[in-house]
């Protein structure tokens, strides 16, 4: 193994370790299985007592037949717990690994590059590629390690050589093992990475299937699927190829063992040995280690069977400890929010997303008040939507700052918080010049937050980004996100406001169901949901997106007065291509002209 993939194994098996922590379940499975071990004993003793006992009579014999019933009884008994302890620990152990999972996939860093295929993949697959390594490869490996030397040590108490022969095949066992089990670790991760691969490729596919149909890239993309499924199966075969060969290695040995003990103990018993030996078998004895024989390798091959357990982990732990790595830090501040618009002053401010020459961004200062409607305008490409995504922690700040200004004081505290806020109206009508917000009245100085120290202003911000998420559920449903705890009539105010009355008509109002592609929905549809939902939230910070792209003339008018209403008593930046838009903003700045 070369020593970048050491380091690699290295690195996973402490992430794994970690991750699993907990430990209580792996030890009590492991005690459960140390137990069937004791019980294999007992069961041998009890075999052998009875063959013993047969000459004397049932009487004779029914304690040992009764020390293998009970003890044969405590093994399945030892079995099905170690099996039930091993999966209630694997369970814990996964759900706490997917819910760190889950928050770095939604916390991870501006400009990450992981699709939604490969999270998805991470947060489910590989995950779920942990549950045999904590069930029964981590129990059978410490079993593995205790369990034969109680074996070798009852067998030698009855046969100090018999236990030797059980030593003597296992080195060359041993070797055989190693040496699978390096070729298994490398087929492993190449079998893991194909799987993730193709459930990554596929996940996105259907994500993006309309487009696909589009473009009639049916063929090329079911190509695509296909090269990656048969990766998938050629890797697999290479799997079992070495999984056949370790067993066969392994049976090999268990028989040499089982079948060497056997004949030197039916030797011996008959006193036919051609060499000289310090000890001479009595039948229960003989029977005794024979029986006991094949317990010598049973762990081994508990372990042997859950290796590819391991190697799975092992790979899947790579790779979500790369989703974990790509989590953004959490903000050095953070805030307690009050519902009063801030001030947001960008100062010299310039966004590079990561592996970009240029940057989407340089050198933008300006200043949104509280009452302000700040237009973003300017060509496509001029960067209006990553300023407002510096808002939001979701592109990255290079240089500059950006200051958030609030005439409350923001103390401190553990954990996110975000009070209750005010509502906004949007019935008051907008007037051209800034309007002062009625909350701000009799507070004390600014409390000065800098974006850099506490990462977003999410928290007091609505949004109506490009790309409106649809969730299946209804109509409703989808507006009610921005705030579950929303009436159905502010939910109705949101969605006329938004203009969205004419579809609520035609397909059965809020209540209409549909499915996570939006069942059709048109882009104007989405967009007004969209718009709907960041009216929705009482939130002093409103933060639009193009929200008038997609809509005809009328109906654009109609937006722009509403969001007028909307914005009375908020900090209002829009980014837009809509002159009719910009001209209700109180400043208006034109990337297009920085460039
Ligand atoms: N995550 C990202 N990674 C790399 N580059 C990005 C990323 N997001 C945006 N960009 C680039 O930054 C530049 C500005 O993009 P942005 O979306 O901010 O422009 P915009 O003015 O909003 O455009 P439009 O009017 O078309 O919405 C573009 O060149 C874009 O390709």
Not at 78 to 96: E, H, I, P
Not at 569 to 587: P, Q, W
Request: aromatic share 6%.
């Amino acid at each position: 193994m070369s020593s970048i993939a050491k380091d690699r194994a290295q690195a996973s098996r402490a992430y794994l370790k970690a991750a699993v922590a907990d430990g209580g379940g792996v030890r009590t499975s492991t005690s459960l299985l140390l137990l069937d071990t004791g019980a294999a004993i007992g069961f041998a003793a009890g075999l052998a007592g009875s063959v013993v006992a047969v000459p004397h009579g049932v009487a004779a014999m029914l304690p040992w037949a009764l020390l293998a019933g009970v003890s044969a009884i405590a093994r399945g008994a030892c079995a099905m717990l170690a099996a039930r302890v091993g999966a209630g620990g694997a369970y814990r152990a996964k759900t706490r690994l997917r819910r760190r999972i889950v928050e770095a996939a939604l916390h991870r860093a501006p400009g990450s590059d992981a699709t939604t295929g490969t999270l998805m993949s991470a947060a489910v697959d590989e995950v779920d590629a942990i549950d045999g390594y904590v069930a029964r490869f981590l129990p059978a490996r410490m079993a593995a390690s205790i369990a034969p030397l109680i074996v070798l040590a009852a067998t030698a108490v009855a046969s100090p050589i018999a236990a030797g022969i059980l030593v003597a095949t296992f080195f060359p066992f041993l070797a055989a093992m190693i040496l699978a089990g390096g070729a298994a670790a490398d087929a492993s991760r190449r079998q893991f990475v194909a799987l993730a691969r193709l459930s990554g490729l596929f996940a996105d596919r259907i994500g993006a299937l309309p487009v696909i149909l589009a473009f009639r890239a049916e063929q090329r993309e079911a190509r695509a699927l296909g090269a990656a499924s048969e990766d998938l199966a050629r890797r697999t075969m290479a799997v079992l190829r070495v999984a056949f060969l370790s067993s066969g290695a392994l049976e090999f040995f268990a028989a040499l063992s089982v079948a060497l003990v056997a004949v030197y103990a039916g030797f011996n018993l008959l006193g036919l040995l051609p060499f000289p030996v310090p000890e001479t078998l009595d039948l229960g004895r003989a029977f005794f280690v024979l029986a006991l024989a094949p317990e010598f390798y049973a762990p081994m091959r508990r372990l042997a069977a859950a290796y590819h357990d391991r190697q799975a982990a092992e790979t899947a732990a790579e790779r979500l400890a790369e989703v974990e790595r790509a989590k953004a830090a959490p903000p050095p501040t953070v805030p307690v929010w009050s519902g009063v618009a801030p001030t947001i002053r960008f100062n010299s401010v310039s966004i590079r997303y990561d592996g970009q020459d240029h940057a989407a961004v340089s050198g933008v200062s300006f200043e949104a008040c509280p009452g302000m409607i700040v237009a973003l305008i300017g060509p496509s490409g001029s960067g209006k939507s990553s300023l407002l995504h510096l808002l939001l922690g979701l592109a990255p700040l290079s240089e500059g700052r950006v200051r958030i200004c609030t005439p409350s004081p923001l103390p401190e505290r553990e954990g996110p918080g975000v009070g209750r806020l005010p509502h906004y109206p949007s019935s008051a009508a907008k007037i051209g010049q800034p309007t002062p917000n009625p909350s701000l009245s009799g507070r004390g100085a600014d409390a000065v937050l800098d974006l850099a120290q506490i990462g977003s202003i999410a928290p007091i911000a609505a949004w109506m980004g490009q790309s409106p998420l649809i969730l299946a559920g209804t109509i409703g449903s989808n507006i009610a996100l921005a705030d579950p705890t929303a009436s159905a009539e502010r939910i109705a105010e949101v969605a006329r406001v938004a203009g969205l009355s004419p579809m609520l008509l035609a397909r059965g109002g809020l209540g209409a169901v549909i499915d996570a592609r939006g069942s059709g929905l048109s882009g104007g549809e989405r967009r007004r949901i969209a718009l709907a939902r960041a009216l929705l939230k009482p939130a002093p910070v409103l933060l639009l997106d193009e929200p008038t792209a997609h809509f005809d003339a009328d109906s654009e008018a109609r937006l722009v007065e509403a969001i007028a209403r909307a914005c009375v008593g908020r900090t209002t930046i829009i980014a837009t291509h809509s002159a009719r838009l910009a001209a209700i903003a109180d400043v208006v700045i034109d990337l297009g002209e920085r460039t």
